[in-house]
């Protein structure tokens, strides 16, 4: 059964579109071929994508161009012959192991394909028969969700190449397919496109903002005369080590505290005010390598103050991106359905007793599955809210 060739809903009525004039966008060149075979070639195609964004998602952290060197074992560096890179089969042929060295390959390249082959599947079955054009549009961006949800629930970033990429594909592709938007002419996609870029980033930069002021900070009260024990791995509180990869996220992290004595290796302060960053100690005037020092007490009187951040400007640019792709409707659905999908998480892993879990989830991929619900059910969506 062939999928409706005009299903109503917010992208009816764009026949006059420059989206028709753009042969390999024109609904009737897709259609000289049964519909379901694009659906194979979508899923086929989305599948060897995969295989290409897991490129991303190692590399791009890592600073490593990628497209070159050509893929290869990372522990061993052989280089992986075509027939050995085959999307889904291989990871299966090999079980899960390198053909050379035989070290473990992650679940997750296996997992990657997968998924982009079936959302490149479904961005064809609710939008391909309407305007092709739509559907790969949609691919794109699901795309670069995936790249950007994997490397933030690693790194704890969104990398520039997909922030400030996805806003100028987003722009390209609003002239390109005016549909984006629900318009009928280039310049008016153009516009609402630069408005969801502008709504989408300064709305989270406000928040983020915002957040820092009320709730950047954590101050933890001490008992007067407490030992707290900074070593090379964790800061040793009286009750719990905390690592600081549970502290740190960003450069601009800081704990902060009033010392009554501090040792260093070498040295020992009096009555002194210590700001310790990723990459800096901050004595008073006096300024240290943390790694340099290694190992470090204070005893404290009163309190210590932990940075505390749920969103980083990576976010903002994030959500800019999005914008451009999805409008402002999208943004504000995406910062929405986020903010639920991370409140039910976060109490989820509580309930469950992963409370150390539940304040180190990066921000990004809950945007991202929010922003891909909107991509797929946005007509269902705004029938919902809106009467229509």
Sequence with gaps: MEAPINPPGLFTGLEGSPL?????????VWAAVPFHFWSLVLFLFGTMVGSFLNVCIYRLPRGESVV??????????????????????????LRARCANCRAHISARYFVVELITGLLFLFSWLRHGGFS???????????????????????????????????????????????????RKSASDALVDSA??????????????????????????????????????????FPEENVPYEDIFYRKSD????????LELPDRCFQEVDVRLYPDCLKVEQQEFKPDDVGHMEAVIDDQITLPREAMGFGDVLFMAA??????????????????????????????TGQQQWSSRLPYGPFIALAATIWVFYSDALVALLFGR
């Design 20 to 28: 028709f004039a753009v042969a390999m966008f024109d609904p009737e």
């Design 68 to 93: 070159s060197p050509p893929s290869h074992c990372p522990h061993c560096g052989y280089s992986i012959p075509w027939y050995l890179n085959l999307p889904l089969f291989t990871w299966l042929y």
């Design 132 to 182: 092709p054009g739509l559907a790969l549009v949609f691919c794109l961006l699901l795309a670069g969700f995936i790249v950007a949800s994997c490397i933030d629930l690693e790194h704890f970033i969104i990398p520039d190449a997909i922030t400030f990429g996805g806003m100028g594909a987003g722009f390209i592709c609003s002239f390109l397919v005016p549909a984006l938007h629900g």
């Design 195 to 236: 408005l969801g870029m502008v709504v989408g980033g300064g709305l989270v930069y406000a928040v983020v903002r915002g957040g820092k002021l009320l709730f950047g900070r954590q101050k933890i009260e001490l008992k007067p005369g407490t030992l707290i024990v900074f070593t090379e791995d964790f800061v040793a």
């Design 254 to 261: 800081c704990i902060r505290f009033h010392a009554r004595r």
């Design 322 to 351: 999005i914008g451009a792709f999805l409008g402002w409707p999208g943004v504000i659905f995406a910062l929405t359905g986020s903010s639920i999908i991370g409140a039910v998480v976060g109490v989820g892993l509580i309930v």
